[in-house]
């Protein structure tokens, strides 16, 4: 049943027929009926036909997202309960068994849920519900997900700022079992990290970059290793275990680089060969240059610079910036690994970017590898906006 009917202007119900999955305000003829937030509507083309189930969010320039482009299937728990078993199956068939114990097991639109992300780390599911949709079910969704994952505790994260967007509060806190008391063990590739599940970014920990840490640590031996926005020390460790000689690694976070020690402190490392610094990285690159400092392999790892296409602009500059300073630091041989997680900035333009930057720097660099996130962020072809980690392995010549 639904509580409303959208219906569009002529033409623009094309994006629909591709089953991309959000309609946008401008794109709204009529609403009829007085669907509330997150209430079901029926979408429907100028001429009448059906085109998907959405959500309704008044308060969201993404009025509505579809849940289903299917008449037949209504949004409701056992439609939930199949798009849910579908998004673990999925991991379980593309993370090798013994690979980690923390993956993201729903990654919203990408999982044909929009809004929704559940992260597991180890016994312990971190949801954050951040579409009216999604809030409007979160009792089904959170019974579905507790009961599909196995999992012991369930913690909310909905504390990002896209919830304002939505028209919803920010909310955090335990929802099932014991609050966590502490970090949450987690063991990736062979690699022990504590992660807050309670405080830390996003939901606790860079799930999307496993597979690249994993890369950057059998690239880094015997090489000096520079880690900038290192967070927890993800890339750090990575290195160090792949036998790096050193690694030094920048955050402007003390909480952050506070936990990157103690994660190095679980690990069987050798501690004397990292060095720490809590400094801007536009800042501290331009000091390592000052002070003659050169390095084999440069991982820079900057949070979203461009969250929509409208930033692209002023988040090419800081792309252009940091990466034109990490250039000049690089020894010839050696290698960047260097990285976007900007929605707004697609791969061919953070390629552009980056090529810029090294012609501005007056280095010649061979494409090595391409990165991309990890298998448990899918990319389903008619929602590219799902493409938003891309990177790109450079040696200089
Ligand atoms: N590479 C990490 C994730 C990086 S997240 C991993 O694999 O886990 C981005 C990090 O950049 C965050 O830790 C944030 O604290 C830090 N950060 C954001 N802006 C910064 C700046 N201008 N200078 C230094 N660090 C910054």
Redesign the pocket.
């Known amino acids: 049943m639904s509580a409303g009917i959208l219906a569009l202007k002529p033409g623009r119900e094309r994006s629909l027929l591709r089953r991309h999955p959000w309609i946008f305000s401008g794109a709204i003829e009529t609403v009829r009926g007085s669907p509330e937030s997150g209430g079901t509507v029926e979408v429907r083309a100028a001429d009448g036909r059906f085109l998907a189930w959405a959500a309704y969010s008044p308060a969201s320039q993404i009025r509505a997202r579809a849940w289903s482009f299917d008449e037949a299937e209504q949004p409701g728990p056992e439609m939930f309960q199949r798009k849910i078993a579908t998004a673990l199956a999925l991991r379980k068939g593309s993370i090798a068994a013994g690979t980690t114990d923390a993956m993201r097991l729903v990654h919203a639109e990408s999982d044909g849920l929009p809004g929704l992300i559940a992260d597991r780390y180890a016994d312990t599911l971190v949801v954050q519900i951040l579409s009216a949709g999604c809030e409007r079910w979160r009792e089904t969704l959170l019974d579905l997900l507790r009961e599909a994952s196995g999992c012991v505790r369930v913690y909310e994260r909905s504390d990002a700022d896209v919830r304002e967007l939505e028209g919803l509060p920010l909310r955090a806190g335990a929802l099932h079992g014991p609050a966590p008391e502490g970090p949450v063990g987690i063991v990736e590739h062979g690699i022990r990290y504590d992660v807050d599940v309670v405080a830390g ?1 996003k939901t606790g ?2 799930l999307d ?1 496993r597979e690249n ?1 994993r890369r950057a640590g059998l690239l880094a031996r015997d090489r000096e290793v520079l880690n ?5 020390g ?2 750090t460790l990575s290195a160090l275990a792949g036998g790096a000689r050193s690694v030094l690694s ?4 003390a909480p ?1 680089l506070d936990a990157a020690r103690a994660n190095l402190a679980l690990n069987r490392l050798d501690a004397a060969r990292a060095e720490w610094l809590e ?4 800042a501290a690159l331009r000091r390592l240059r000052e002070q003659g400092r050169q390095f084999d392999l440069i ?1 820079l ?3 979203k610079f461009a969250p929509t296409p409208k930033d692209a602009e002023r988040a090419a500059r800081g792309y252009k910036d940091i990466n034109l300073s990490a250039f000049r630091l690089l020894r010839p041989g050696g290698l960047l690994a260097t990285f976007s997680c900007s929605g707004g900035v697609s791969p061919e333009l953070f390629q552009k970017i980056v090529a810029g930057a090294a012609a501005d720097a007056g280095v010649a660099l061979l494409l090595r590898e391409r990165f991309a996130a990890a298998p448990d962020h899918p990319v389903r072809m008619e929602f590219p906006e799902g493409e938003y980690l891309k990177g790109l392995l450079l040696e200089r010549r």
């Open positions: 970014q920990f860079y970059q840490r900038c926005f290192c967070y927890t993800g890339f920048v955050d402007s976070s952050a400094a801007d990285v536009f991982v790892d900057p949070p």
